[in-house]
């Protein structure tokens, strides 16, 4: 028998199932891997998350080589996140997933790629469904590695006018380096606000001008031009702060 090693942290994981205090919940391979690795044994205490707005503590009750069965002791319900609401471009693939994982971390409430026109001439974008289980999977990883509750509801990619009719109520900005600055906008108490962020090599002159015939406003970002990823983790995290600033709704 191993000696046993002490937990510097409870160990998190994500569950597919609903989380609720008393029941069981079966986790995959993957995680069953990560246990052995962690030298996790039974009875060794175990924090879940589901995405959707549910944390748990349990114990480890069974650790096989396929499967992990955690028995729930607690739950907790977290409030969702400000609703800031992302649009993305359909760009590589490499670096949107890469974007996904900061989504999770910052905490926006949504995710929709957009096929802008310069999108198209890229090689390896991420776009199909394929694709969106891919972004999934890796905002569900950040999503145990941050301590998060909410995963972002994702949407498949859809074309500037879709992306556009689909957008909240609510502020809206386009990344834009001729636009005011996004440090001194305001939002309304309690409303969603809305960034995109455009391709690799900027946003064609009439897709800005959808954008602002939709009601987007330009705004521009502090320091010096950044990539599409860059620039989309500096916009929400700034929203995020405006949100937050403005407080919940009257």
Known sequence: MRPRVEQATVATFVADAPLEAGGAVTLGEEAAHHMRVRRLDVNDRVALRDGAGRSGEGRLARLAKNHAVVELTAVRDHPPPPPVHLLVPVADKDRMLWLAEKAVEIGVASWRPVLFRRSRSVGARG????????????????????????????????????????????????????????????????????????????????????????????????????????????????????????????
């Open 127 to 250: 776009e199909g469904p394929a694709f969106q289980q891919k972004v999934r999977a890796r905002m569900l990883s950040a999503l145990a590695q941050s301590e998060a509750a909410w995963v972002p509801d994702l949407h498949p990619e859809a074309p500037l006018d879709r992306a556009l009719a689909a957008a909240p109520a609510g502020p809206r900005w386009i990344c834009d380096p001729d636009g005011g600055a996004l440090l001194d906008a305001a939002a309304p108490a309690g409303a969603p606000v809305t960034i995109a962020v455009g391709p690799e090599g900027g946003i064609e002159p009439d897709e800005l001008a959808a954008f602002h015939a939709a009601g987007f406003r330009s705004a521009a970002l502090p320091g010096n031009i950044l990539r599409f990823e860059t620039a989309a983790v500096v916009a929400a995290a700034l929203a995020r702060a405006l949100v937050e600033r403005a407080g919940p709704p009257p």
